[in-house]
């Protein structure tokens, strides 16, 4: 998808920033109009350096007759201008701020699209922290670089350009006294951009460790209080903080001698235009107050244009850094789509036949695995930590695909079969079931938008969730918190198992789905367990062996290889 949600942004060698160019498209009348407020802007200031000599020539060294009549007309002119001035950037301010956060609404919608359509190994590869970072503060420096930026660079731009000619108008000998020092600020600007660039590209780096850090913390606090292990979570976040504020420093140290060696350069070009005046009255050719006034008037209009832009640079690379994060994200692989329709039944089961799978860079996880689950049967995937259980549970809801071989469901390939198609059919309920901030039933409900009330009810009885639900205030329509804050592991569990059966689910798999809780909650899911898999295939992972012994089957992973076992009941 495009930044602009129409289409790839995969665009063979253009830079970040230029394949931003369908953002500002829909946007295009309201920066146009921007930009001609911003022109009469840049237009306006250049007239008050001209209306400061006639004041200085024409009224204050002019013919005393009318003096107050021309002092009052210069007075109202410039309060116009002034008016007109503050009326347009209002306008042009307000024009520029609708178009950026349009610009961001719309790039941090494509990447949260990008990341609901993500290839699952891919995504799996990236700390949730980094996401956060790319969507809502990348897509910030992006738009500000873009509009505010842009908005700038044009002003300044029309600035330079206007005051140059200004200063050649007004005296052109004097103006190429000013313009001497410009090849030394460009010259210094060069060099502050080469030393900029990797110091930004640092700095970047170092506040995506902080946000990850952070997340980590957030996400793991109860496993770091229970270890009793703060001092070296602090110690863990402090680091990468410590270095981000060094380099900050850094940044802001080159910044600030950049800003002070530009103003001593433009310091030093008044200088000159006073010693060149001063030698010209010497031989009586001094110009008039009017025109010295307005002269400095206009150099220090142009002097402040040519240091911002070198200035810019900075900006340009911490945007382009933005830049480039955002399009891992839209780059990334995506998962395939299209395909036939997932079956509504399963008739004859599904099958691996040769299965073998692989990480990107690491060695084959399963190799040539080999199983039919039927339907009606329970089966239980064993196996030690890391053997590749949860992988073969991925494979099977089409997260992953096989490095070789095929998952056939009633002998067609898994891989002919539309991956959203199928797991509209199918129902995986994790070890940690992830609950949404919103009530029970929009929770039992997920995927099931038109469910009713009776279906949802019927669900959660069937996975021993509704005498808790009815005990609570406001029954299914209570508001559940991040994660499900104030629910139980067995509840939470028992929520994860209705949602799955409110969609009938022709393969039901349970990874590690009593893992986290204790023995007594864990013999009361067994019972749920034991009923639902009735007229389902039920693949159970788990490392319990009372769980695995209540299966119709129990294969143990190990070694890359299934191993069937017999149940011990």
Not at 176 to 181: R, T
Not at 334 to 343: D, L, M, S, T
Not at 495 to 505: E, G, S
Request: glycine share 10%; charged share 20%; with cysteine.
């Amino acid at each position: 998808m495009c930044a602009d949600g129409r289409g790839s942004c995969r665009a063979g060698r253009r830079t970040p920033l230029a394949r931003f160019a369908g953002l500002l498209r829909p946007e295009a009348p309201r920066i146009a109009a921007a930009a001609l407020l911003a022109a009469f802007d840049v237009g306006a200031t250049l007239a008050l350096p001209f209306l400061a000599r006639l004041a200085m020539d024409g009224v204050l060294l002019g013919p005393a007759a009318g003096r107050g009549a021309r002092a009052a007309g210069l007075c109202a002119a410039m309060c116009l201008l002034a008016a007109a001035r503050a009326a347009a950037a209002v306008a042009g301010g307000s024009l520029s701020a609708k178009a950026g956060a349009r610009i961001v609404a719309r790039l941090r919608e494509a990447l949260h699209g990008a990341l609901l359509e993500m290839d699952w190994a891919a995504f799996s590869a990236r700390a949730p922290g980094e996401c956060s970072q790319r969507v809502l503060f990348d897509t910030e420096t992006v738009q500000r670089f873009l509009v505010d930026t842009g908005a700038k660079a044009l002003v300044q731009t029309l600035t330079a350009a206007g005051t140059c000619a200004a200063l050649f108008a007004l005296d052109a000998r004097l103006a190429l006294v000013a313009l001497l020092p410009v090849p030394a600020l460009v010259a210094l600007g060069a060099r502050f951009r080469r030393r900029l660039a990797p110091a930004v590209m640092d700095f970047s780096t170092e506040v995506a460790a902080v946000q990850t850090a952070l997340s980590e913390t957030a996400a793991g606090l109860a496993t770091v209080r229970l270890a009793g292990c703060e001092a070296w979570r602090a110690e863990r976040f402090a680091a990468p903080v410590r270095r981000a504020a060094e380099l900050r420093a850094g940044l802001e140290g080159m910044l600030l001698g950049f800003s002070g060696a530009s103003g001593a350069v433009a310091a030093f070009a008044v200088a000159g235009v006073w010693l060149a005046a001063g030698l010209r009255a010497a031989a009586g050719q001094a110009p008039t107050p009017g025109t010295i006034l307005a002269f400095l008037g206009f150099q220090a209009l142009f002097y402040g244009p040519v240091g911002w832009f070198a200035q810019l640079f900075g900006e340009f690379v911490e945007a382009s850094v933005a830049a480039s994060r955002v399009f891992e994200i839209l780059d990334a692989p995506r998962e395939r789509r299209g395909g036939a329709g997932a079956p509504v039944r399963i008739r004859t089961g599904i099958e691996l036949a040769d299965v073998r799978f692989a990480y990107p860079g690491a060695a084959e996880v399963l190799r040539g695995v080999r199983l039919r689950l039927r339907p009606g049967e329970t089966v239980a995937l064993v196996g030690r930590s890391g053997a590749g259980k949860t992988t073969l549970a991925h494979l099977l809801a089409a997260f992953l695909e096989p490095t070789s071989g095929r998952i056939l469901a009633d002998g067609t390939p898994l891989g002919s079969i539309d991956p959203v198609s199928w797991r509209r059919r199918i129902a995986f309920v994790p070890q940690e079931p992830f609950l949404f901030r919103a009530s029970i039933r929009d929770n039992i409900a997920l995927g099931s938008p038109d469910a009713t009330d009776a279906a949802i009810e019927s669900a959660a009885r069937a996975a021993g969730a509704h005498d808790f639900i009815a005990a609570r205030e406001g029954g299914y329509a209570a508001p559940l918190g991040e994660g499900g804050a104030g629910l139980s592991g067995g509840e939470r569990q028992r929520l994860a198992v209705a949602r799955a059966l409110l969609r009938d689910p022709i393969l039901l798999v349970l990874d590690e789905p009593t893992a986290a809780l204790d023995e007594r909650t864990a013999d009361s899911l067994r019972e749920t367990f034991r009923r639902i898999g009735r007229d389902r295939i039920v693949l159970v992972v788990t490392h319990r062996p009372s769980l695995a012994d209540d299966a119709d089957r129990i294969v143990e992973l190990s070694d890359g290889l299934l191993r069937e076992q017999l149940p011990r009941r």
